[in-house]
């Protein structure tokens, strides 16, 4: 199929597109500055998955912060070379990497110790956390290499896939999309590991379902249509980041989650938050967040915590 798109039309798209990117990135700078407070605040949240959650919130900040320039292109109607938004979005463009990564370890961390928690317990917390940022800055160095070897003088709308040359960004959408493919299966077993215990994993049944759809509708959905489009679509590049961008608004409406079923599924969450706003909070029941799991049992009254 060969398709062909004007440059007013290509402009006028990226307008209303950079701009969905610009509001959701104020709800997503707003949500996740907060996680980011929360975790430095409370003494509840110094555990290794919060710190791995206060990682990808910062990740996902600075990844947001690539749409300001996006926004500026597209209403000022300017492309710029792959070299030149390489460099433009090198810091966005990592943090997406970063924050990838460390959202398969934060799954990866939930299964660890909902079925080895003798293991979880033992595990060094500073070098588990270290071991997770060292992998996920590999990985992002990948891709940074191999961008920037491929990297051509063509021109392009700059937002933050397009600093990379379609080469790079075929093999990016794949990546991307098994890990999150990833994301989603682990999260679906540990739904099922909790879906016949006690009542009170109920909220946490309801959090990992939560966390699946908006994996299904963010990150897959765009990284297997937008991978599925390199292939089958023989068009102009135009027409193809304006795919690629219209699919990125599942993206952002992600990154702009967490916060949000954090504070609405998660009690602990929620009371750190409330002490952010300076809100009165009611004493909240509770094993500590994301630390080893501890199941409700006859002979005792502890909760699994009910956070995500």
Known sequence: MSIDMSLPIFFLINKIISTIFFVCSIFGWFGNFL?????????????????????????????????????????????ISYRSCYFV???S?????????VMFFIAVDRLIAAKGTTLYSSLNSTFY????????????????????ERASDNMTMCLVPEAMTLPTAK???????????????????LT?????????NYKLNKSLNTMIMAHIFGWILTMIVTFAATLLVK?????FVSVEAALGVAVNVNVALPFYIYYFRSSLYRREFRKIFGQRTSRVA??????????????????FSTTT
Request: glycine share 4%; aromatic share 16%.
């Open 35 to 79: 996680i980011i407070i929360a975790t430095i605040r409370s003494k509840h949240l110094k555990n290794r998955c919060n710190i791995l959650i206060a990682f990808q919130a910062l990740s996902d900040f600075l990844h947001q912060l690539g749409h300001i320039p996006y926004v500026y292109f597209a209403f000022s109607e300017t492309l």
């Open 89 to 91: 979005q090198f810091v």
């Open 93 to 101: 463009f990592s943090a997406c990497d970063f924050s990838t990564m």
């Open 129 to 148: 956390v270290l071991t997770v940022v060292i992998i996920a800055l590999a990985y992002c160095t990948i891709f940074k290499v191999l961008a920037y």
């Open 171 to 189: 093999l990016w959408f794949m990546s991307n999309g098994i890990i999150n493919i990833g994301v989603c299966i682990i999260y679906g077993a």
């Open 192 to 200: 099922f590991i909790f879906k016949n215990t006690a009542s009170e």
């Open 235 to 239: 068009s102009d590049h135009l027409f």
């Open 286 to 303: 509770y094993s500590q967040a994301f630390a080893r799991p501890s199941f409700v049992n006859r002979r005792s009254s502890e909760v």
